[in-house]
């Protein structure tokens, strides 16, 4: 996967690599999908949901560039892969789901591997998670709308939030870099990506 999927594809920082060669992917899939873990897709987890492309995860968090010291707030556990993924390049991660199904399955999955310094909280992940408010990091696994005010009120002043964004559910999803800055928050394109829609609730 490092080797033929993220290296030729843009993904150079060695941290991020080595955090995705430490993550066993088929870890977070259900066992029948287990021989497809290796494939260059995003693959189906429950409730409808899906476990993202390994080289889309490895973009976000190399663009969003989690310091060793920093909180990272998740929007979207789905199974917790990209959760693991991150926590190995940062203090802590906070990773919100809506579906309490997906999270307390996803949280087993992570304490059963060890990666304890992932929080996975049920909610509304358009609101952010007030009580470990400000984040460094926000990383958004489904699309939005628009973008949520309370996360980017969420982000500390120097934090990084990505996020894909789709007006309505057949354009084209953007995935975005948002930036908080002295001056207020600005964002880049990334590239074009097709996440589940971020669902209010
Ligand atoms: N990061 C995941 C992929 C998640 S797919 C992984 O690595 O497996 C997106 C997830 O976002 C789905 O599980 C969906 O239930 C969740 N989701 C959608 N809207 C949400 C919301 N408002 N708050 C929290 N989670 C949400």
């Not at 033929?4 to 999908?33: C, I």
């Not at 560039?65 to 190995?88: F, I, N």
């Not at 628009?146 to 980017?152: I, T």
Request: hydrophobic residues 45%; aromatic residues 4%.
């Amino acid at each position: 996967m490092v080797a033929e999927q993220l290296r030729p594809h843009g993904v150079t920082d060695e941290g991020v690599l080595r955090a995705m060669a430490a993550v066993p992917r088929e870890e977070f899939l259900h066992p029948k999908m287990r021989r497809h873990a290796y494939e260059d897709r995003a693959l189906a987890i429950d409730c409808g949901q899906t476990i993202s492309q390994p080289l889309v995860v490895a973009l976000m968090i190399q663009s969003a560039a989690p310091a060793p010291d920093e909180v990272v707030l998740e929007v979207g556990t789905g199974s917790g892969y990209a959760a693991a993924v991150v926590s190995r390049l940062c203090r802590k991660v906070i990773s919100v789901e809506r579906e309490p199904a997906l999270a307390e399955h996803a949280s087993a999955t992570l304490r059963r591997l060890g990666f304890d310094n992932v929080e996975v909280a049920v909610g509304d992940g358009s609101l952010g998670w007030p009580d470990d408010a400000p984040y460094a990091v926000i990383l958004v696994a489904a699309a939005a709308r628009e973008v949520p005010q309370a996360l980017l009120d969420q982000l500390t002043e120097g934090g990084r939030m990505v996020i894909p964004v789709a007006v309505n559910s057949d354009d084209p999803q953007d995935l975005r870099l948002y930036l908080r800055g002295p001056e207020g928050v600005s964002y880049r394109s990334l590239f074009p990506v097709l996440f589940v829609p971020l669902r209010p609730g």
